[in-house]
Each structure stands twice: as C-alpha cells, then as structure tokens.
T-cell receptor, first 109, second 112 residues
Framework: GESVGLHLPTLSVQEGDNSIINCAYS??????FIWYKQESGKGPQFIID?????DKRQGQRVTVLLNKTVKHLSLQIAATQPGDSAVYFC????????FGKGTRLHILP | EAQVTQNPRYLITVTGKKLTVTCSQN?????MSWYRQDPGLGLRQIYY???????DKGDVPEGYKVSRKEKRNFPLILESPSPNQTSLYFC???????????FGQGTRLTVV
C-alpha cells in the first residue's frame, strides 16, 4: 500500500551543525513532494517542495533532495538554530496529501 | 494577511452533542481539507474539497461530515461525537491539489 515513512522519529543535533532528516516513500507514481515544519502548538508550515523532474532544490538554509530510484526524500538544514526545533513532516501528493509520521528535531546547546 | 482561520481553538463536549468546527481562508484557494492529528499516527485526512459543492472522503471520514457552499468556508461537522474523536484537528487550503497547503492553527477537541 501507499506509505510515507521516516527513518527516525527523533533527531538530536548540536546547534550550528547541519541537520539531515530522511523520508522514504512507496508510491513511485507521485510527482510532488513537500516538507512541513510544525512547532509546538501550531499548525504545519510549508518549508520547501520539489517535483519529480528535479533531484535537488534549495531554499534559505534548507535543501531538499529527491532520489526517485530508491524512493527517498531528505531535508537538509544548514547551521541548525534553536528556532529549528520542531517536528518535520514529509508528504507527497497523489490525489490527496499523504503525510509521514514526522521527525522531532532537538537542538542541543 | 493570508491565513486559514479555525474556530474554536479548544472545545470540550459530551458524547452525542452535535458540533461544528469552522474553517475559513482568505486566499481564494480552490482546494481545502480537514486532518486529524493523533500521537503516533501523524496527520490523517478526513475529507477534502476540490471546489465549491465538491467534497470527497479522505482516509478517516467515519463520523464526520463537511460542506462547501462557498469557496472560503469548509466547516467540519460531528453529528454525534464520540470519545474516539478526541483529537487535534487541522484545516488546510491550497490553490490546487499540487501546490503547498496552508494550515490553520488547529482545534483541540475533547469528547467526554
């Protein structure tokens, strides 16, 4: 069946280091992928997206990588800051959005 | 300011008492949806709407109803709430089913 999974439910990173959050998906027909950030007490917030005709897309301090061969998506956050502490969800859109279960990113001082 | 507004933010109700959670967006989006978020289960879609008067079931529609009479509003209705509908609910909207979604702040519902 369709699923969007995360490799790790929790990730701890030293402040200033780079963070890499991974996601595996099973539906090879999907052509649109999204990363969301959810801070405590708030709704998910769009970070960056990528379509299947690309394998890399960069934003401000964030990069999304898409490997369609192994059906793997990752989010890289450069120079992680305390404000990056949140739960990060990957998602893909088929006829609707399907979300992964999320990775909680902890920032260590 | 572009936003999705849900009301109420918090609600405690009793089993069987009908309730409505409202959702409104000011971005002229065609696509709207409702999710529930539960620990360990992530976000699951309840219902979605691709346009006015067009609604479809998501992954967990049982016990819920929606309506889309106007583009900006997409209320979620629980005709007879039960304790297993205690959850955190999010409304979301987007231009289409292939663009980023904007989420509301959430409604925390407790059914006793």
């Amino acid at each position: 069946g369709e699923s969007v999974g995360l490799h790790l439910p929790t990730l701890s990173v030293q402040e200033g280091d780079n963070s890499i959050i991974n996601c595996a998906y099973s539906n090879s027909a999907s052509d649109y992928f999204i990363w969301y950030k959810q801070e405590s007490g708030k709704g998910p917030q769009f970070i960056i997206d990528i379509r299947s005709n690309m394998d890399k897309r960069q934003g401000q301090r964030v990069t999304v990588l898409l490997n369609k061969t192994v059906k793997h998506l990752s989010l890289q956050i450069a120079a992680t800051q305390p404000g990056d502490s949140a739960v990060y969800f990957c998602a893909y859109r088929d006829d609707k959005i399907i979300f992964g279960k999320g990775t909680r990113l902890h920032i260590l001082p | 300011e572009a936003q999705v507004t849900q009301n109420p933010r918090y609600l405690i109700t009793v089993t069987g008492k009908k309730l409505t959670v409202t959702c409104s967006q000011n971005m002229n989006h065609e696509y709207m949806s409702w999710y529930r978020q539960d620990p360990g289960l992530g976000l699951r879609q309840i219902y979605y709407s691709m346009n006015v008067e067009v609604t479809d079931k998501g992954d967990v529609p049982e016990g819920y109803k929606v309506s889309r009479k106007e583009k900006r509003n997409f209320p979620l209705i629980l005709e007879s709430p039960s304790p297993n509908q205690t959850s955190l609910y999010f409304c979301a909207s987007s231009y289409s089913d292939n663009t980023e979604a904007f989420f509301g702040q959430g409604t925390r519902l407790t059914v006793v």
